[in-house]
Antibody
Framework: QVQLKESGPGLVQPSQTLSLTCTVA????????VHWVRQPPGKGLEWMGV???????RYNSALKSRLSISKDTSKSQVFLKMNSLQTEDTATYYC????????WGQGVMVTVSS | DIQMTQSPPSLSASLGDKVTITCQAS??????IAWYQQKPGKAPRLLIR???TLESGTPSRFSGSGSGRDYSFSISNVESEDIASYYC?????????FGSGTKLEIK
């Protein structure tokens, strides 16, 4: 069945780089787009960016200078890297499939703190 | 960017009530709106896509409608398991944008 699962560090120091992995199962990254969405504690959802099935990417302009999304199709993994982290980047980070987010990962909580 | 204005921010309903949430887009989104349910500590769950298409497993008491800039999401016969936050999403144009959410509570 379709599954997505995020993994990565739970704690990142300010100004450092966040690296997250979304490992998928039950579908091919050559057939589906994968998006990243984040949610600060107690707040709403923010679209961060997408990697298309073709490998192209698009980013939220508010994050564009800090964000990079890539993938390894053979390993069924999508990667998020975001640099210069600040406390306001503390959030649960989700990966989600396709353009209406029909399947989501469980999320990974990332705290930015020294 | 398309702004999604969602209201109300919170709702208090009795079991069996019908409740309605609205989302207004800042421009025509051609019915490319989805609705999600999120329970505390969980990922959002897709309930409805393309305005009114129920996802497999979505109970029939959930419904969606609208066109142009104005959309609504309803739950008829609210049940205790419907306690959650609900979000709309426009996915016609990047950046995709969410409404600010509606928290449903039971009286």
């Amino acid at each position: 069945q379709v599954q997505l699962k995020e993994s990565g560090p739970g704690l990142v120091q300010p100004s450092q780089t966040l690296s997250l992995t979304c490992t998928v199962a039950g579908f091919s990254l050559t057939s589906y787009n994968v998006h990243w969405v984040r949610q600060p504690p107690g707040k709403g959802l923010e679209w961060m960016g997408v990697i298309w099935n073709t490998g192209g990417t698009r980013y939220n302009s508010a994050l564009k200078s800090r964000l990079s999304i890539s993938k390894d199709t053979s390993k069924s993994q999508v990667f998020l890297k975001m640099n210069s982290l600040q406390t306001e980047d503390t959030a649960t980070y989700y990966c989600a499939r396709d353009n209406y987010f029909d399947y989501w990962g469980q999320g990974v909580m990332v705290t930015v703190s020294s | 960017d398309i702004q999604m204005t969602q209201s109300p921010p919170s709702l208090s309903a009795s079991l069996g009530d019908k409740v309605t949430i609205t989302c207004q887009a800042s421009q025509n989104i051609n019915k490319y709106i989805a609705w999600y349910q999120q329970k505390p500590g969980k990922a959002p769950r897709l309930l409805i896509r393309y305005t009114s298409t129920l996802e497999s497993g979505t109970p029939s008491r959930f419904s969606g409608s609208g066109s142009g800039r104005d959309y609504s999401f309803s739950i008829s016969n609210v049940e205790s398991e419907d306690i959650a936050s609900y979000y709309c999403l426009q996915y016609v144009n990047l950046p995709f944008t969410f409404g600010s959410g509606t928290k449903l509570e039971i009286k």
